[in-house]
């Protein structure tokens, strides 16, 4: 699993427990929702504050 995080625009560098913590979290909220494949190939996360 790729993991990118951008903040404000800046790229941070990931280890690779939070790659998996935030890649696990957010592919496993989302493949719970309806209508969601689970051959999902991308998932696109923006939150603004």
């Given at each position: 699993m790729d993991v990118k995080l951008l903040v404000d625009g800046?790229?941070?560098d990931l280890n690779e427990f939070v790659v998996k913590i935030l890649g696990g979290t957010?592919?496993?909220?989302?493949?719970?929702l309806?209508?969601?494949k689970k051959e999902w190939k991308k998932i696109e996360l923006t939150v603004i504050r």
């Open positions: 800046e790229e941070i957010v592919a496993g909220a989302v493949t719970s309806r209508g969601i």
